[in-house]
């Protein structure tokens, strides 16, 4: 009798601990990130607008487009300090989120600055960004713009899933 309560009391312990594991593990493994609407206003005093200077203040939006889906992403501007002004925009293609909220300076992403492209696309009040990014397969994706100079600004940044597409298959 006593053995069987020694068996059962081992077993339930060992039923325990491995429950205590696989959470453990299921904490440790990344999940795909949950994409949602920003809104945010920076205020930045840059005299350049371009990553020229080690201390040009930088907005960054990293995303993820997965295999056969597609994503429209929208930047608007709601409020511009620079009557007339614009913000620059840059595309990184890969995943950056070493700032902090959402935010940096351009020395920081010197290490990534080759593979960062200029868009050549002027932000403003009266110019939204619109893009579709599409892919076959997993894809990620940073959006840099450069603090408007002359005091705060404010944007609003969408990611919403677009139709999905299927890639086209050739048959005989």
Not at 122 to 129: G, H, K, M, R, V
Not at 132 to 155: C, D, E, N, R
Not at 164 to 170: E, G, R, S, V, W
């Amino acid at each position: 009798m006593v053995n069987e309560k020694i068996l059962g009391i081992t077993g339930l312990c060992l039923i325990v601990l491995m429950l205590f594991g696989a959470l453990f593990v299921s904490s440790m493994v990344n999940f795909p990130l949950v994409q949602e609407e920003l809104d945010f206003t920076v205020s930045g005093s840059n005299e350049c607008l371009r990553f020229l200077t080690r201390d040009v203040e930088v907005v960054y939006v990293p995303f993820i487009v997965g295999p056969g889906e597609s994503w429209d992403f929208v930047v608007e501007c709601t409020g511009i300090a620079t009557p007339g002004g614009w913000v620059d925009l840059y595309l990184y293609e890969g995943y950056w989120d070493e700032g902090v909220n959402h935010q940096c300076v351009s020395e920081d992403i010197y290490s990534i600055l080759n593979g960062v492209e200029s868009l050549n696309f002027e932000l403003s009040l009266d110019n939204s960004f619109a893009r579709t990014f599409v892919a076959s397969s997993q894809k990620s994706y940073t959006l840099f713009f450069i603090f408007p100079h002359g005091g705060p600004s404010s944007f609003h940044v969408s990611l919403e899933r677009g139709v999905a597409f299927l890639p086209m298959i050739k048959s005989g």
